[in-house]
């Protein structure tokens, strides 16, 4: 959509899988944080938009990458800077397990998991079944409104969910919990932002964005 409503402005447009997710490769366990994913955002820029103004947008998880690459690349901001502007869509700088569904991450099923991940992944990998059973309501409940049902938005959820490994759901569940950018928002106060939530998001509540 956004290419036929552009298509008479040279505009570039890039869409990548975080680490461990989609088509990118595992993620070692160390390596599952919310500054490496901002390390990771600054990469591809480099690679694939090396010129020109830059305009970011995140979602959720990618709005908390954003803010990360914000803190540890404030000179790409700003008066000097290549980005021209930042969009952040349901996703808070900290904070997410305080309130809404994300307090469920503060539970000791989700603790549990992430050990044995660690420590015996060829377990967790022969149960993924049951463990995806523990993990998958929190996601799925994450992803509607209590009034909105669409049988093809549901299954496209649960297909990314089934495709995303459960090393990769665990270890990033630990960094959500710990995920603070606070100091990344007047870094992104340079620049034009605009941030968007739903009304009765109930993952990231509209208090957090």
């Not at 890039?14 to 919310?34: E, K, L, N």
């Not at 800077?81 to 952040?88: A, D, F, K, T, Y």
Request: a neutral charge.
């Amino acid at each position: 959509g956004l290419a036929q409503r552009w298509a008479d402005r040279r505009i570039k447009m890039v869409f990548y899988d975080q680490r461990g997710h989609g088509r990118s490769d595992p993620a070692p366990t160390a390596s599952c944080s919310i500054p490496q994913l901002g390390d990771d955002l600054a990469a591809v820029i480099r690679a694939v938009a090396p010129a020109g103004p830059v305009v970011l947008i995140g979602h959720s998880m990618g709005g908390m990458t954003v803010m990360a690459m914000a803190r540890s690349n404030p000179e790409m901001f700003g008066y000097k800077g290549r980005v021209s502007g930042v969009g952040l869509i349901s996703t808070a700088a900290r904070g997410i397990t305080e309130a809404g569904l994300g307090e469920g991450l503060n539970n000791p099923v989700v603790d549990a998991l992430r050990l044995s991940v660690r420590y015996f992944p060829r377990l967790v990998q022969a149960g993924r079944g049951i463990t995806r059973q523990a993990v998958q309501p929190v996601l799925v409940a994450a992803s509607f409104g209590p009034e909105y049902y669409s049988p093809a938005t549901e299954r496209a959820v649960e297909k990314m969910i089934q495709n995303t490994s459960i090393s990769t759901m665990v270890n990033f569940l630990h960094a959500l919990e710990s995920h603070d950018e606070s100091t990344a928002l007047p870094v992104l106060a340079q620049v034009p932002s605009v941030v968007m939530c739903g009304d009765i998001d109930r993952l990231t509540p509209l208090p957090n964005s």
